[in-house]
């Protein structure tokens, strides 16, 4: 979607607000969230995309000046609504109005250790083979996508190289609509100069990891 | 069910925004209470999860890959060509480093990374990322004036050296491998981890050499 969260080369911001505070979290709740998302049972359906695809739809305002770890909890929010584990009501109260109970069995203190030592692979082994070799020039799709999807609008459109290809990964815009689709994955290489106007002779390059449903000839 | 329905959640977010408290920390005690009274979250697992970022999952463990891929070249070969079978050596891989790329500063290359479309990072190696890193400023200016973007973080890259910025926009993660300062030879493994700091490995610093002598 042509939202606020692709933020890309977006002009306008200012300076970094830069902070070396080593703690994890600032704030208890930051670290509550934290925690949160990474004990909850998930609902009916939620996929790490739609999640991100939830966050993404938060109205603009929100997006740019919400806390980070605030708006975890406006895309749960929204997740159980959407999901009808929960009605506006009880999210906004805090506690359920009805039987409570949706039936699921959350992580448990004594599961977390094992939970972080795994990690989750996006990889699939469809037999698909990739269209486009490294070193080949590609142009990125100029059109954007209705719905989610990892084409960052700065790219569109432009001419880049193949610095790799990573091989046959979960493809976000169908995982955001509940659909397990894979598909070949690149890192594709651009001169900052094919970017961006001021950046003509810079011999930097900006590297984008893309599907190949992204790329044309 | 979920219904992947974009225009419905926008409404919701418009109702969200209407009716939810204001204040963040309200937010948070509020959905973590209707989770636990659904049976969606058990909040001692809530806890434990914030005591192991607080106490042992941070900057720490990259710093010690960092360190033996400056020792030990068959090391630094492996981190190259399978960054994930690597940190396993460690016993580090967890939350989001299942495709893990390293990347390597050289006296011509320095790597920067972000995630222009959110935040993603290699939590399992790198802790919590930084409140910088998941900002609008950051996120906006990465890719469009990283020399400016290094400058505010006090580094400066020479007009030779080639900045590659690595969007994260799927799920490999990055992770770069900072240079080995000058006169560290005297140092061990575990010394040299001391030198090696999670903006380092993000690539907005250098890693520095400790300061020798008194005063």
């Known amino acids: 979607m042509d939202g606020v969260h692709d933020l890309g080369g977006v002009q306008g911001f200012g300076p970094i607000e830069i902070d070396d505070d080593p703690r994890p979290f600032k704030h208890d709740w930051e670290g509550r969230m934290w925690g949160i998302n990474e004990a909850v049972a998930g609902g009916p359906g939620w996929t790490l995309d739609w999640w991100r695809h939830v966050r993404e739809l938060l109205l603009p305002l929100d997006y740019l000046t919400r806390p980070y770890f605030d708006q975890w909890a406006q895309i749960y929010a929204a997740l159980l609504i959407d999901s009808h584990v929960a009605t506006l009501e009880e999210v906004v109260e805090g506690k359920p109005r009805g039987a409570g109970s949706a039936g699921a069995s959350p992580m448990r203190a004594e599961e977390v250790r094992a939970a972080a030592g795994r990690t989750e692979s996006f990889r699939r082994e469809t037999g698909a083979k990739p269209f486009f070799g490294v070193g080949q020039k590609v142009i990125v799709r100029s059109q954007g996508t209705v719905g989610h999807t990892r ?67 | ?20 408290p204001s204040d963040s920390a309200l937010r948070v005690k509020a959905l973590e209470s209707l989770l636990v009274a659904k049976g969606l979250v058990d909040s001692r697992a809530v806890d434990a999860w914030i005591d192991l970022y607080a106490e042992e999952i941070g900057p720490i463990r990259g710093a010690r890959v960092v360190a033996r891929a400056w020792t030990d070249a068959a090391f630094k070969a492996r981190l190259l060509a399978d960054g994930t079978a690597a940190i396993e050596e460690f016993g580090y891989v967890g939350h989001a480093t299942g495709h893990l790329i390293a990347v390597e500063n050289t006296p011509a290359i320095h790597n920067l990374v972000v995630c222009t479309l959110c935040s993603c990072y290699p939590f399992a190696i790198l802790g919590m990322s930084p409140g ?40 490999l993660r990055y992770l770069v491998i900072p240079q080995r300062p000058a006169g560290t030879e005297s140092l061990d493994e575990a010394g040299l981890a001391t030198l090696v700091t999670r903006n380092a490995m993000i690539g907005t610093a250098l890693c520095k050499a400790p300061r020798t002598g008194g005063g």
Not at chain 1, 157 to 175: E, W
Not at chain 1, 187 to 199: M, S, V, Y
Not at chain 2, 132 to 154: I, M, Q, T
């Open chain 2, 132 to 171: 910088w890193y998941k900002s609008n400023e950051y996120r906006a200016r990465a890719v469009r004036d990283p020399r400016g973007v290094l400058a505010e973080f006090g580094v400066e890259i020479g007009a030779d050296v080639e900045v590659r910025v690595w969007d994260s926009t799927s799920e």
């Open chain 1, 151 to 217: 084409l960052p609008r700065y790219v569109r459109g432009r001419p880049g190289l193949v610095h790799a290809y990573r091989g046959i990964y979960v493809l976000p815009d169908a995982k955001a609509l509940g659909r397990d689709e894979a598909g070949p994955l690149y890192t594709i290489a651009f001169q900052a100069g094919d970017l961006w106007p001021e950046a003509a002779g810079r011999r930097d390059r900006v590297f984008v990891d893309l599907w190949e449903r992204y790329l044309e000839q």
């Open chain 2, 1 to 20: 069910m979920t219904t992947y329905d974009s225009d419905k959640v926008a409404r919701i977010h418009s109702d969200l925004h209407d009716h939810l």
